[in-house]
T-cell receptor
């Protein structure tokens, strides 16, 4: 498996500000990481696939200019929520893909709770 | 898009009872994964299934990958209070890089 950390674990910010969330793979070099969003009592929704050294691939309906993803190294991907609004309040979770290219075991971080006032 | 139909939506069982949940889809998957999520935490991988018909155990957990690659079940034997949480199935399509998640099964255990 892989050990994944996220920072911060929770953040409260004012509407209009930007928030950066870090996702680190502690024991595995991850060429691919994923960012998910989870609203209360709902399943995980994939936001984007983060590829080391290249641009992220965003899911339909996810604004790439609002959710900036940077995957500059094999152990770190960051998600920046720009000009956050209350509707962006959610639980953001990253994951690391391990295993052979044809298989896809993903190991998740502990999540970041974002609250926008 | 592809969907995984997970059932039941929730279960409230007595400690010591066995639990069974399943996921079905109209799509064929390359990989099936089962995760457990505790409140306020990220999902934890329980079991990964790769071969059609594969039956895999992890302690009190047993999961099987359907022969058609369109379904999977997860059984928990002799449930205990710490089994409480939300269980998600997730599948990867052939040639794909992403996981599709089921809606989750909420498990509550009465001690």
């Amino acid at each position: 498996g892989a050990v994944v950390s996220q920072h911060p674990s929770w953040v409260i910010c004012k509407s209009g500000t930007s928030v950066k969330i870090e996702c680190r793979s502690l024991d595995f070099q991850a060429t691919t990481m994923f960012w998910y969003r989870q609203f209360p009592k709902q399943s995980l929704m994939l936001m984007a696939t983060s590829n080391e050294g290249s641009k992220a691939t965003y899911e339909q309906g996810v604004e790439k200019d609002k959710f900036l993803i940077n995957h500059a190294s094999l152990t770190l991907s960051t998600l920046t929520v720009t000009s956050a609004h209350p509707e962006d309040s959610s639980f953001y979770i990253c994951s690391v893909k391990v295993g052979r290219p044809s298989y896809n075991e993903q190991f998740f971080g502990p999540g970041t709770r974002l609250t926008v006032l | 898009g592809q969907q995984l139909n997970q059932s039941p939506q929730s279960m409230f069982i007595q400690e010591g009872e066995d639990v069974s949940m399943n996921c079905t889809s109209s799509s064929i998957f390359n990989t099936w994964l089962w995760y457990k999520q505790d409140p306020g935490e990220g999902p934890v991988l329980l079991i990964a299934l790769y071969k059609a018909g594969e039956l895999t155990s992890n302690g009190r957990l047993t999961a099987q990958f359907g022969i058609t690659r369109k379904d999977s079940f997860l059984n928990i034997s002799a449930s205990i209070p710490s089994d409480v949480g939300i269980y998600f199935c997730a599948g990867q399509l052939f040639g794909g890089n992403k996981l599709v998640f089921g809606a989750g099964t909420i498990l509550r255990v009465k001690s």
